[in-house]
């Protein structure tokens, strides 16, 4: 359900008036008065500006508990101190999705948010791979809920593009980067690299990963893939394999999982020397214990250098190939 009450910006705050609004925290931090009691001192914001305000007792009941970025809703008084605006904070709480509209406690990008995703279709249109051109084409023309929220949102509350549309700025200028790096250094695979740069907002975390495998004469190294999966505890992430509707596999992941995109920057690995194009597929280090008790030869494998593909791959076999 959409907001329908009109919201109290704070450039219309007027000293002696008693307010309840929800605001966006933008700093909260602790402090004593000279008397040794503690209270709180707080930035508010929204897109016409910002004000402080005074939590002095933080302890009293209506206080609850919040957090620096938070969306909260406050009641107050406007009150004036050494010339400038700010509100004596009687009750506060968290507010929850529907009560807040984003937009109106950032700015809007400069730009027009049609104009940057005519750009970025145009610049998908340039990738000339098959499967990476449509991954892009399924994740920002396709999936209509995905890219609302894409050209609503801001990169970041703060530190750069912290506006409404700063995400779709923030995109396109790092895939125009790439495009540039790419025509500088030929030897850079323009396709995987402006891909990486824009499925990298879909979750958080590194775009490539690397992982531990055992190669050529048992001699372990550092495998590399594009994320498919949450981040995870490595400590988790050793005990178990990918298995079929895997929770952790993520939106993208799925799709780069089943054509097998995710495992392109292995070809860093062929010319670092770790791997061939073809050849058996390397297992990560306690799984080769475990197999060289239950599979006869199981080790032999490792006396050619591990491949990019194999039969498994061929034979749609992986994540958990016991069977």
């Given at each position: 359900m959409g907001i329908v009450r009109k919201m109290r910006f704070i450039e219309t705050l007027r000293e002696g008036e008693r307010i309840s609004e929800v605001y966006l925290c933008r700093h909260k931090q602790t402090a004593m008065t000279k008397a040794g009691k503690p209270y709180e001192n707080l930035i508010f914001q929204d897109k016409t500006g910002t004000v402080d305000g005074k939590i002095w007792d933080p302890n009293s009941l209506g206080i609850d508990d919040f957090d620096a970025l938070d969306y909260i809703e406050v009641m107050g008084d406007v009150t004036s101190f050494a010339g400038a605006m700010q509100l004596n904070i009687k009750r506060v709480r968290k507010a929850g999705e529907g009560e807040y509209n984003p937009a109106d406690?950032?700015?809007?990008?400069?730009?027009?948010?049609?104009?940057?995703?005519?750009?970025?279709?145009?610049?998908?249109?340039?990738?000339?791979?098959?499967?990476?051109?449509?991954?892009?084409?399924?994740?920002?023309?396709?999936?209509?809920e995905f890219l609302k929220s894409f050209e609503e949102h801001s990169a970041a509350k703060t530190v750069h593009h912290g506006f409404i549309g700063g995400l779709m700025e923030h995109t396109l200028s790092v895939a125009r980067l790439c495009d540039y790096m790419a025509s500088a250094y030929p030897v850079i695979k323009r396709d995987m690299l402006i891909t990486a740069a824009l499925i990298k907002i879909t979750s958080p975390g590194p775009v490539i990963y690397s992982q531990e495998r055992i190669g050529l004469h048992n001699r372990p190294f550092k495998m590399f893939k594009f994320r498919s999966m949450e981040v995870q505890d490595p400590n988790k992430e050793k005990k178990q394999w990918t298995t079929p509707h895997d929770p952790r596999v993520t939106p993208v992941g799925r799709f780069i999982r089943k054509t097998s995109i995710d495992e392109m920057p292995q070809f860093f690995n062929i010319l670092i020397g770790d791997m061939s194009l073809v050849g058996p597929r390397p297992e990560r280090p306690q799984y080769v214990e475990k197999f060289k008790e239950e599979i006869p030869r199981y080790m032999i494998k490792h006396q050619v250098r591990p491949g990019l593909t194999g039969w498994a791959q061929i034979n749609g076999y992986r994540g958990d190939t016991s069977n």
């Open positions: 406690y950032l700015p809007v990008s400069e730009n027009s948010t049609d104009d940057m995703y005519t750009q970025l279709v145009a610049m998908i249109g340039t990738v000339k791979n098959t499967y990476l051109n449509t991954l892009l084409k399924k994740l920002f023309i396709e999936d209509k």
